[in-house]
């Protein structure tokens, strides 16, 4: 199959997606807004409510374009098997509340630990639900490889990254390189299990690979790769019994 299977009504469809979704997201990412800028909130809502904020193009672009489509993505937030999509999720937070997170707020580290996992999973389910929920859904037609490009381009634009002054042309396209590789490797994950949340959590591995600030600022290296090896190790299991589980239930 080539690029050109691909009807133009999806491709302006697709275009629209990446206006909404790097307008909505952008206008946070690049600290547009005063009041977003100088949010202080207690209990650690701060980082609840920017991570929302700044993850909220995608999943509000893809649910206002399969809206006005009258569509339905065959990729889910819970997939094909709703009980290893949620123990999926679970896995990491309960991972980051053990280890706790160190603060600067006075919040007991389990505790922001939990807030850290929360945080960081809803940011990932907010794209997986862009990224693979719709745009994959969209480009199903395509070869895998020219699939992966393709989003991994779109999903690139979206994060803006070329606007920043500490960035070159070496470490952009060191990015773009990492998030069609991500894109690979995260699609083939949608494609086998259909679920959102299986997707965000592969999605959440390079967050926690690629030095996230959040985690930086928050958990020693080695507590990372504890967390990065238990996930990894946990969710490949449950990916690879994915179909088996399906069978049961039927």
């Not at 992966?148 to 990254?161: A, E, K, P, R, V």
Request: glycine letters at 6%; one cysteine or more.
């Amino acid at each position: 199959m080539h690029i050109m299977t691909v009807k133009n009504q999806t491709w302006f469809h697709i275009l629209i997606y990446l206006i909404i979704a790097t307008t909505l997201s952008g206008v946070f990412r690049l600290g547009l807004f005063d009041w977003y800028n100088e949010m202080t909130l207690p209990f650690g809502l701060t980082i609840v409510i920017k991570s929302v904020l700044e993850g909220v193009g995608p999943i509000t672009a893809a649910t206002i374009m399969l809206t006005t489509m009258k569509k339905k993505s065959d990729i889910t937030f819970l997939g094909l098997n709703k009980a290893k999509s949620f123990i999926m999720v679970i896995i990491p937070i309960l991972l980051f509340t053990f280890f706790g997170a160190s603060n600067d707020q006075n919040i007991n580290k389990h505790s922001y630990g939990f807030i850290v996992g929360i945080c960081l999973t809803v940011y990932a389910i907010f794209e997986e639900y862009g990224w693979r929920g719709f745009l994959q859904n969209e480009l199903a037609n395509l070869q895998p490889l020219l699939r992966s490009f393709i989003i991994g381009l779109f999903w690139y634009l979206w994060h803006l990254s070329f606007l920043s002054n500490n960035t070159s042309i070496l470490d952009e396209l060191k990015f773009f390189g990492i998030l069609v590789f991500a894109s690979w490797g995260i699609g083939a994950i949608a494609e086998k299990t259909k679920s959102v949340f299986a997707s965000a959590c592969f999605h959440l591995l390079g967050s926690i690979l690629t030095f996230s600030p959040l985690l930086s600022n928050s958990f020693d290296n080695q507590s990372r790769y504890i967390i990065f090896g238990i996930c990894l190790f946990s969710w490949i299991i449950v990916v690879n019994t994915w179909e088996k589980s399906i069978i049961k239930q039927k």
